[in-house]
């Protein structure tokens, strides 16, 4: 039986830090799907179809990431997708508090969902969708922190903003 795993998230916009977790994931897992949250409660910047199309091209060459996005309880899009492990990154302390409380109220809805953590990559542990909108809107570098293929589309969206 093949091992799927959802790798949820805003990826508002994708960044390195995710692409690290995707790969790495996708090393791992027979099928790995990215799950681009729809009701995360913050306002995001790019729309759904702009964030679905950013993780599609900068995932392009992994033949087994799919991106999609889900509503309502993870979970539930999990059993639906027939996966049984849930992905997430960590980067710092900072992070755990919150993925801890998340992981174990995820386990009493659904025991046979499993939450796997991956620990980030060292050279991207400060970095974060809303550091990139920062930093792109200040007018500052964004190499390295996004892949090239996406840096135009970021980089006026986010200065368009300012205007
Ligand atoms: P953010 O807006 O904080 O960048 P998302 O909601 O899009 O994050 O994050 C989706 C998942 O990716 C979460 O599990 C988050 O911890 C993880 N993640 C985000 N940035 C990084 C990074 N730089 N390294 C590793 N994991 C990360």
Same mark, same amino acid.
């Given at each position: 039986?093949?091992?799927?795993?959802?790798?949820?998230? /805003?990826? #508002?916009? @994708?960044?390195?830090?995710?692409? #690290?977790?995707?790969?790495?994931?996708?090393?791992?897992?027979?099928? @790995?799907?990215?799950? @681009? !949250? %729809?009701?995360?409660?913050? %306002?995001?910047? &790019?729309? =759904?179809?702009?964030?679905? %199309? =950013?993780?599609?091209? *900068?995932?392009?060459? !992994?033949?087994?990431?799919?991106?999609?996005?889900? #509503?309502?309880?993870? *979970?539930?899009?999990? #059993?639906?997708?027939?996966?049984? *492990?849930?992905?997430?990154? !960590?980067?710092?302390?900072?992070?755990?508090?919150?993925? &801890?409380? =998340?992981?174990? =109220?995820?386990?009493?809805? /659904? +025991?046979?969902?499993?939450?796997?953590?991956?620990?980030?990559?060292?050279?991207?542990?400060?970095?974060?969708?809303?550091? *990139?909108?920062?930093?792109?809107? $200040?007018?500052?570098? $964004?190499?390295? !922190?996004?892949? +090239?293929?996406?840096?135009? %589309? @970021? &980089?006026?969206?986010?200065?368009?903003l300012g205007r």
């Amino acid at each position: 039986m093949s091992k799927i795993a959802v790798y949820p998230g /805003s990826f #508002d916009p @994708v960044t390195n830090g995710h692409l #690290d977790i995707i790969t790495r994931a996708a090393g791992v897992f027979d099928q @790995v799907i990215v799950g @681009v !949250l %729809q009701n995360s409660g913050k %306002q995001p910047l &790019f729309n =759904m179809d702009e964030r679905v %199309q =950013m993780l599609k091209n *900068v995932t392009s060459n !992994l033949p087994n990431v799919i991106i999609d996005c889900f #509503d309502g309880l993870l *979970v539930n899009y999990c #059993d639906k997708q027939k996966a049984t *492990v849930i992905i997430k990154g !960590l980067r710092a302390v900072s992070d755990f508090e919150y993925e &801890f409380q =998340m992981a174990l =109220m995820n386990y009493k809805l /659904s +025991p046979h969902i499993e939450t796997l953590f991956m620990m980030t990559n060292s050279k991207y542990s400060y970095l974060s969708s809303s550091m *990139v909108k920062e930093i792109g809107r $200040l007018g500052g570098s $964004l190499d390295d !922190l996004i892949p +090239p293929s996406i840096m135009t %589309q @970021v &980089f006026n969206k986010v200065n368009d903003l300012g205007r």
